[in-house]
């Protein structure tokens, strides 16, 4: 991977107290790889207990194009992620997507 082409960003939220996953992590995050000149994820991970969460979500925003904004995936997540720690993981979805845009070109 060129460091020319790419960027990494993160997005954290802290988890809600009462959910299991508050017991082992506090905070959850949001790691993207992302194309710089085509604004396309293409890699993603999620700091979420089970590795099926974290797949899943992955594959929700691998090839997710930021230039149309993150409301369409926002809704995406949920429509389709309907998990206790669902407002944390949208809280970090759209904390890496402001970093993001804190990237000068």
Known sequence: MSD????????HAQVPKG????????Y???VWVINKSTKIIEKAE?????????EFLSNLVI???LNQGIDN??????????????????QAVRSAYERFK????
């Open 4 to 11: 020319d082409v790419y960027l990494i960003v993160s997005g």
């Open 63 to 65: 090839g997710y194009d």
């Open 28 to 30: 959850i995050g949001a």
């Open 73 to 90: 995936l926002l809704n995406k997540i949920k429509k389709l992620c309907l998990m206790p720690s669902q407002g944390a993981i949208i």
């Open 46 to 54: 999620f700091t979420l207990i089970t590795s099926l969460s974290n």
């Open 102 to 105: 804190e990237n000068p070109k």
């Open 19 to 26: 959910v299991a996953l508050h017991e082992e992590k506090k």
